[in-house]
């Protein structure tokens, strides 16, 4: 699901993946323009701190994803463990603990918050000769495949 660079849409349909779909784990992915040939994992997610203005020229109250909310949430997946685990030829894999104070890391939160944690976030480059969408498939299916084997552990 493509969720849209609208702080308030973006919650609403997040809220809407854990009541309606209710997964045992909801992967995030987001653009890093910026990051050239690198996927970063990110650890947790920060309630506040949003000041930049989305597509529509709006940002949360108070700057802040939940009112309520502790200041950040961690994910139940350790991207720490992740990353030191996982290596793809061609794109480097890095660990992360700020994913940035605009709509993926708000989004990002808000899927902690609904979650209870169960929610993962991971930063891709864009596309390029060097980063194909094969590559970035393959790379993004390895990742997910290790962290439902830590979901699955953690049920146990």
């Avoid at 784990?25 to 987001?30: E, I």
């Avoid at 350790?78 to 894999?93: F, Q, Y």
Wanted: net charge neutral.
């Amino acid at each position: 699901m493509q969720l849209p660079v609208v702080y308030q849409k973006a919650k609403e349909q997040v809220f809407m993946i854990w009541t309606t779909l209710q997964p045992l784990l909801t992967v995030h992915v987001g653009l890093a323009s910026s990051a050239k040939a690198i996927i970063i994992l990110e650890q947790c997610g920060k309630n506040k701190g949003y000041q930049e203005m989305d597509a529509c020229g709006f940002h949360p109250e108070g700057g802040c994803c939940m009112l309520d909310g502790p200041e950040k949430i961690e994910s139940t997946i350790n991207m720490k463990t992740l990353w030191k685990n996982i290596s793809v030829e061609g794109i480097d894999i890095i660990f992360s603990r700020d994913a940035g104070r605009y709509i993926c890391d708000y989004t990002y939160y808000t899927s902690l918050y609904y979650g209870s944690g169960r929610a993962a976030f991971i930063h891709v480059p864009p596309l390029s000769k060097s980063v194909t969408a094969d590559l970035l498939g393959k790379a993004l299916q390895m990742i997910i495949l290790e962290m439902l084997k830590q979901c699955g552990e953690e049920r146990q």
